[in-house]
């Protein structure tokens, strides 16, 4: 497990770009370093936010887009296309602007896919697309991801890992179909706490004042049954991106006051 390091942006829109200027270096060191790099899409209007700050950043034409993995921590299980799937506002907000390579692109399934309507098929599926790309080293059946980004709710959820569901409790599988979200839709796909922390790096996402309450509670100790995303970590570093709204109630030790 990694310590939560704590980065403040004065608000939400420089906090998508400094993201996005972060994970433009990334993925370039990564590419450098290992030929290919692989990172892992968050839902939400943080994850969208970093994406658009990411299409309108000059320098995303330093990242190799056809060497770019490109996966997800969860989808809303809805059809192909649906305005509130993750994947089909990632592409409107980058991927339909840069040049990826499709085979790379790894959406997780729709529900008018080839498993139809059972979700459980459908984050099994994705299970077996994860596990085809780990090598053998690579643990649990899934690759070491460079990055891997998550927006925190603001009952503290990451992905579709809602407080006290199953989901949350789920160690066996790395992808888990998720019934009744509190949050719409009921249906879902999750990577799992597990399958989250065989990243290199985990980077949670919070901006707003309705978010401070969960920020709080997840960097103070809280288990995560309760609080999902104190659970999330990478194996290298986690990197808490927030702006000063969802700062407001940590404590002085995570986030120092101004000196005047
Ligand atoms: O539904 C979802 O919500 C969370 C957080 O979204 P936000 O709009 O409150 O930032 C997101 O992380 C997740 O991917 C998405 O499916």
Not at 90 to 115: F, I, K, Q, T, Y
Not at 158 to 169: E, I, K, M, Q, T
Request: glycine share 8%; aromatic share 4%; net charge negative.
């Amino acid at each position: 497990m990694t310590a939560p390091q704590v980065v403040v942006h004065r608000d939400k829109e420089l906090m998508a770009k400094a993201a996005a200027a972060r994970l433009i270096t990334k993925i370039v060191d990564a590419q450098a370093a290992r030929g290919s790099a692989s990172v892992v899409l968050t839902g939400g209007r943080n994850g969208n936010a970093l994406l658009a700050a990411l299409a309108d950043a000059p320098a995303r034409d330093a990242i190799d887009w056809p060497r770019l993995d490109i996966w997800w921590g969860d989808e809303r299980f809805l059809p192909e296309g649906d305005p509130e799937r993750n994947v089909t506002q990632a592409r409107e907000a980058l991927l339909d602007n840069v040049p990826v390579n499709p085979a790379r692109v790894h959406p997780m399934p729709a529900s008018d896919g080839p498993e139809g309507s059972d979700v459980e098929a459908a984050a099994a599926s994705y299970a077996a697309e994860l596990a085809a790309a780990a090598s053998p080293e690579e643990r649990g059946g899934v690759p070491a991801f460079d990055v891997l980004m998550l927006g925190v709710g603001p009952d503290a959820h990451v992905a579709s890992l809602f407080p006290g569901h199953p989901g949350v409790r789920e160690t066996d599988s790395t992808v888990v179909g998720i019934h009744g979200a509190p949050k719409p839709p009921p249906t879902r796909i999750s990577l799992t706490l597990p399958a989250i922390r065989a990243a290199r790096e985990v980077w949670l996402l919070a901006a707003g004042d309705d978010k401070a309450g969960a920020v709080a509670i997840a960097l103070s100790g809280a288990g995560e049954i309760q609080a999902p995303a104190a659970g999330a970590y990478g194996r290298s570093r986690t990197l808490w991106l927030l702006d000063r709204a969802a700062a407001a109630k940590l404590p002085p030790q995570l986030y120092p006051p101004a000196s005047a």
